[in-house]
Nanobody, 114 residues
């Protein structure tokens, strides 16, 4: 059963950094990304990376967040810098295998205090 596990969420002060990780042991993914859902808001794409190379970011995080993968393409990282209170949300890892099977993580809470 393909699955992914997230880690790295927590509480941070505004302006600080936080790094999220998501790994799917034993699986190679063609695409990995992060979504987030703030309280009372819709789920939104934060960042994605395809084939370990092509990246895409939401306008709200451009220049502050960086997405990357490891060489095995089964772990994705989201380096978040200059965090703002409006970045507070549950962050979900999303991945697609090379056969386009979609997998979601369980979510990790990120809270940015002002």
């Amino acid at each position: 059963q393909v699955h992914v596990v997230e880690s790295g969420g927590g509480l941070v002060q505004a302006g600080g950094p936080l790094r999220l990780s998501c790994t799917g042991p034993g699986t190679t993914f063609r695409m990995m990304g992060w979504y987030r859902q703030a309280a009372g808001q819709q789920n939104e794409l934060v960042a994605s990376i395809v084939n370990g190379v092509r990246t895409d970011y939401a306008d709200a995080v451009k220049g502050r967040f960086t997405i990357s993968t490891d060489s095995a393409k089964n772990t994705v990282y989201l380096q978040m810098n200059s965090l703002r209170p409006e970045d507070t949300a549950v962050y979900y890892c999303y991945a697609e295998t090379v056969w386009y099977k979609a997998v979601w993580g369980q979510g990790t809470q990120v809270t940015v205090s002002s």
